[in-house]
């Protein structure tokens, strides 16, 4: 990639004379689509991130959360000393690609390290990944380098990796998604943002070296993959230390602690370089760098790598001259390297090398000043109905033992999801829950995505990914309290790439607006595109809810209550499984107009004593919601009126086990629909009858159909 012509005439007419080669990489990186969202950024104004609990939202390294506080009987405090959490989101596609397990290790610590960036201490990962045809052995490999990635590096740095997904479509077969959220906790007297404060105030690098792994990976993440990318462009693809990063995880601690830092910045897209100038440039300042003070790692490295290089697991501090010294001494002790590089400083954006000014540019600009892209789109048609009969039985065990409805145990088993022991609900339920003591809370961690949604269609397809994770929530017991999103698309130059996007933008900010959820922050991933087409537009979503306690009810039948499906159905099966099973087409379900009432009201019931087991209803439909809930000690005995029914995907609704089936009932009465199914039993043994046809299965025969993953890969 370079700096187009249209880009260099602004930067000549801004700068008055050419760029040097080191002004050009950076602007070439900076105002890159990775960097600055030149395609994006026009939609984006359609997400409402306010709320009185959002303290930074959107543009810092990670957005930052008021923790609502409970007492003991689990009444909502204001109490002093509020707690927050951080939420951030990154996407690592390409470089997944080229180098599936350093790609995504990297991607993990970079998301970490933007938590550190606003004090926080990291407490939480969730994963979303997509991939290829789960029958394609080159999908299987990068599914097994990605997540050996994640789970050495998260193992390492001891942040447990608590929920995700993984979907598996034909479409990502030239370009998988690593999607990467992570969740920190901080006390509000911790608050540390990236925005400089004051002119004077030293700029200090701490951390690994700087070598020349990573360069341009910024510019190398804006366009669509090559047939040769695993070979040409390993050298854009970084190399993680996970040691390294626990110990500036420690060391950001006591930094913090000791409030020794004015403002932060990890170093990530575009590095010293980016994270230097949107630092300075975010306080309204400008920099003087001495690119020969950092510390290096490879001999007669030049400006434009020392400003350019990824090197990972570093971070730049501004911190008061006084405080320096003090600094330093806590990077020696933890063995990480600390350079005074320069200072905050009025005027423009200055780095010397060899006594040689090489950069000198308004920070302004080069941070925030790339032009906006105007491009066509053409919505997407919708499909046709053309729906066949089902076959129960080669449906339900098709469906069912679908590698995108499967087991993910093979995938999480791999994490350390209980250190820090705080993980309270664990993988493999609808939500992971963390117990967050100091406020007496359970914070519910939801996210994902469906490519089989929003390609049938992409807004309401990705309405219905909001919807399902606030689903996933309130299944908890837990009410939405925050998102954020990485919105995955391919290259944005083609009308109906850029018009899918612009779709999955505007579904997933009108159904977060009606679920009153705040978009707090987020990242955009587009030129997901290679020769074998683009990816799916993918919205993943990671979102947060809060509850009094910490206790859940399971999605596991208990054995003893009756079981109901509470929500509406939306009478149409565009995206199922079902239909990628069997083939046909439709339009997509009709989504509950009331949807925020009705989630509400399945919290409530979840939290209530009756309640014995709670699973929501989506990939798959009830079938596999069912076959999830059954285990080697609980069954159930289920009738429906038609077999179809099984498989409707349509988002909000749930199976609930209660002793009290009545008072769910009148919980959604004028709310929603409530269907009887049938019992749970004690047998583990699942009875499924349709008409005068009854399929039985049992826990170990349901076990054996869901297990493809680990059949296959182990």
Not at 491 to 502: A, H, L
């Amino acid at each position: 990639m370079s700096l187009s012509d249209a880009d260099r005439e602004l930067v000549v007419a801004e700068l008055g004379r050419d760029p040097t080669p080191a002004e050009t990489v950076l602007f070439e990186n900076l105002w890159s689509e990775h960097c600055a969202y030149r395609s994006s950024r026009p939609l984006l104004s359609a997400f409402s991130s306010e709320g009185e609990q959002v303290v930074v939202g959107p543009g810092d390294d990670a957005a930052v959360v008021r923790l609502p506080t409970y007492d003991e009987d689990g009444t909502e405090t204001d109490e002093e000393g509020e707690m927050y959490i951080t939420m951030g989101i990154e996407s690592h596609n390409h470089p997944s690609y080229v180098d599936p397990y350093d790609g995504a290790a990297t991607g993990v610590g970079g998301i970490v390290r933007d938590t550190l960036s606003m004090g926080a201490y990291p407490i939480a990962l969730a994963d979303s990944l997509y991939f290829g045809g789960f029958d394609r052995e080159h999908s299987r490999y990068l599914l097994e380098g990605v997540v050996e990635g994640i789970a050495d590096y998260g193992n390492a740095i001891g942040v447990p990796t608590v929920t995700g997904s993984v979907d598996f479509h034909e479409n990502y077969e030239g370009n998988p998604l690593v999607n990467v959220a992570c969740v920190g906790l901080l006390s509000a007297d911790r608050l540390v943002t990236a925005e400089a404060q004051e002119a004077g105030n030293k700029l200090v690098l701490v951390g690994n070296a700087t070598g020349r792994d990573g360069l341009g990976g910024a510019s190398f993440a804006s366009e669509d993959l090559a047939e040769d990318a695993e070979t040409e462009d390993r050298p854009a693809v970084q190399v993680g230390d996970p040691y390294s990063e626990k110990l500036l995880i420690e060391a950001n601690e006591e930094l913090v602690d000791e409030r020794l830092v004015a403002s932060a910045r990890d170093l990530g897209a575009a590095g010293l370089g980016g994270a230097s100038s949107e630092l300075v440039a975010k306080g309204g300042f400008g920099a003087r760098i001495e690119l020969d003070r950092v510390h290096q790692r490879e001999p007669n490295m030049s400006a434009l790598e020392i400003l350019l290089a990824e090197s990972q697991e570093r971070m730049c501090y501004e911190v008061r001259e006084e405080h320096v010294d003090r600094v330093a001494e806590i990077a020696a002790k933890y063995d990480l390297g600390c350079s005074v590089i320069g200072e905050v400083a009025e005027g423009n954006y200055v780095c010397t090398k060899d006594g040689e000014t090489v950069v000198d540019v308004p920070p302004e600009f080069i941070a925030d000043g790339a032009p906006m892209n105007d491009l066509d789109s053409v919505a997407p048609e919708q499909p046709t109905r053309d729906l066949p009969d089902a076959d129960l039985p080669a449906a339900f065990e098709a469906v069912v033992g679908s590698p995108n409805t499967a087991s993910k145990r093979w995938v999480y088993r791999q994490y350390d999801h209980e250190v820090g022991l705080r993980t309270a609900v664990r993988p493999g339920d609808d939500a992971a829950v963390m117990a967050i003591r100091e406020a007496n809370a359970g914070l519910a961690i939801s996210s994902g995505a469906n490519p089989n949604w929003t390609t049938c269609a992409p807004y309401d397809g990705a309405r219905a990914v909001a919807l399902e994770n606030a689903a996933n929530l309130a299944a908890k017991g837990a009410t939405p309290l925050a998102a954020v999103d990485c919105l995955n698309g391919g290259n944005p130059e083609k009308p109906d790439v850029y018009g899918g996007f612009r779709g999955i933008v505007d579904g997933l900010a009108d159904m977060c607006r009606d679920l009153s959820v705040p978009v707090v922050g987020g990242n955009v991933s587009l030129y997901n595109d290679s020769v074998s087409g683009p990816i799916p537009p993918t919205p993943t979503l990671a979102v947060v809810g809060t509850k009094a306690g910490y206790d859940a009810p399971p999605a596991a039948f208990d054995g003893a209550g009756e079981i109901l499906l509470v929500g509406d159905a939306g009478g149409a099966f565009g995206g199922s499984e079902y239909l990628a099973q069997v083939g046909g087409s439709d339009g997509f379900p009709t989504l509950p107009e009331n949807a925020s009432e009705t989630l509400s009201t399945l919290a409530t019931v979840a939290n209530a004593e009756t309640t014995l087991a709670v699973h929501d209803v989506s990939h798959g439909g009830p079938a596999v919601s069912l076959a999830e809930m059954v285990t080697a000690d609980a069954g159930a005995e289920v009738s429906v009126e038609n077999a179809l029914d099984l498989f409707d995907e349509t988002p909000g609704r749930a199976v609930v086990e209660t002793t009290a089936p009545e008072s769910v009932r009148e919980a959604f009465d004028g709310v929603a629909s409530v269907t009887t199914l049938g019992s749970a039993t004690t047998d583990g043994t699942l009875s499924l009858s349709v008409g005068d046809e009854t399929l039985v299965y049992d826990a170990e025969e349901i076990a054996d159909l869901r297990g493809v993953l680990a059949r296959e890969l182990d």
